[in-house]
């Protein structure tokens, strides 16, 4: 049975796709290392700020993304 999408595993699916590391991630959005494994673990949601600047970086599409973050 497939996961149910939500946006920790969105995120990191999309982060490992295009060969990034957690760091160079952080790196391009300007954040920790630290808050891109909290996303990506669902531990807790980017603001709306690094969710467009992750959006960016990942090559996804934003809107889509906001409505992943805001469910």
């Known amino acids: 049975m497939p996961r149910k ?4 595993h969105y ?12 760091v160079e991630v952080a790196e391009q959005v300007g ?5 891109i ?10 603001r709306a700020e690094s969710l467009n600047a992750l ?4 090559k996804l599409p934003i ?3 906001q409505a992943m973050a805001a469910a």
């Open 63 to 65: 809107r889509v993304t």
């Open 31 to 35: 954040v920790s290392t630290a808050s």
């Open 55 to 58: 959006c960016k970086v990942l």
């Open 37 to 46: 494994y909290f996303w990506e673990t669902d531990y807790c949601r980017p």
């Open 5 to 8: 999408p939500n946006l920790a």
């Open 11 to 22: 995120l990191r699916d999309a982060r490992i796709k295009r060969r990034l590391s957690v």
